[in-house]
């Protein structure tokens, strides 16, 4: 029992990380109906210089048990690339989906072309510096805290962005914007506005994701492609453009990636196909998807 429990903690906190950047692909596509494969790179990004950043923030003596705020710090830093890369988007808005993977995809190979000049083919990693939260110990089971406080912050997460969503006149504006965007220009929204924050913000949930994981993972060049696979499995089974979608895709993803690295290893990336091929069968548009008219 206390074996499942670890398993079980240990897939959340997966999907919590998992969440975050799904929810970023979910944000843009469900706005400005673009399908961000470079949502992965954003991750990797987040990663290694969250990585960078802690090590130069110890070396200059802040205290280890500032390690999370350091990489939210990191994170945000990360997200800056957001608006340039949206500027470059601009010329695929509205065209045929192959344009936009294109041209997201050769992004995704400029990015790790990026990160192998800055930090080396190598993966990089923290010490044991997620320890200075310590850990929950209750029998045999043992977690450590600063996974407790991930899971809170991917929760805190949702909470807020569905708060923006729908009780802000802001979240308003985005939510007209993507249900129809010529009467959204016509009543006055500045839709390239919208568009340049909705994808800062998206970006911002991708490096987030990225800096929050690498205490306990490390940081590799193969990171962004592995990542964005299982963010749009989470996409597929929740169904594209739905955040409640993005958090039980994550959810599930997670959990049954947890529960195949114990059962059977070699099963674990299978096993988050299969459930994307049954869903794409008995549920095209995913759980809380609607279907295309």
């Not at 959340?12 to 692909?25: E, K, R």
């Not at 320890?131 to 029998?139: A, D, E, I, N, T």
């Not at 990336?269 to 008995?282: H, M, N």
């Amino acid at each position: 029992m206390t074996a499942f429990a670890n398993v079980v903690l240990g897939g959340i906190f997966h999907a919590a990380v998992l969440f975050l950047v799904a929810a970023g692909l979910q944000l843009v596509f469900g706005v400005q109906k673009i399908v961000n494969l470079a949502c992965g790179s954003f991750y990797a990004l987040g990663a290694y210089f969250g990585i960078s950043l802690v090590n130069a923030a110890l070396h200059t003596g802040v205290p280890a048990v500032l390690l999370l705020p350091i990489l939210i710090i990191a994170g945000l830093l990360m997200a800056l690339v957001g608006p340039p890369i949206e500027r470059l988007l601009r010329s695929v808005y509205g065209r045929d989906e192959s344009f936009q993977l294109l041209l997201t995809f050769a992004l995704v190979l400029m990015f790790q072309d990026v990160l192998r000049f800055i930090w080396g083919a190598n993966p990089q990693s923290l010490g044991s510096e997620v320890l200075v939260y310590g850990k929950l110990s209750w029998g045999d089971f043992t977690v450590p805290i600063y996974n407790l406080l991930v899971i809170a912050a991917a929760l805190a997460a949702a909470g807020l962005i569905g708060l923006f969503l729908r009780r802000t006149t802001y979240g308003r504006l985005l939510r007209a914007t993507a249900e129809n965007r010529a009467m959204a220009e016509a009543l006055g929204v500045n839709v390239r506005t919208v568009y340049a924050s909705v994808f800062s913000l998206g970006t911002l949930l991708g490096t987030l994701g990225g800096a929050l994981v690498v205490p306990t993972s490390a940081a590799s060049l193969d990171m962004a492609i592995e990542f964005v696979i299982e963010a749009f499995a989470v996409v597929v089974i929740g169904g594209l453009g739905s955040m409640a979608g993005a958090l039980v895709g994550a959810l599930l993803v997670g959990l049954i990636r947890a529960l195949s690295l114990v059962v059977y290893p070699e099963f674990e990336i299978l096993a988050i196909y299969l459930i994307v091929i049954a869903t794409l069968l008995l549920r095209p548009a995913g759980l809380f998807g609607k279907a295309a008219s």
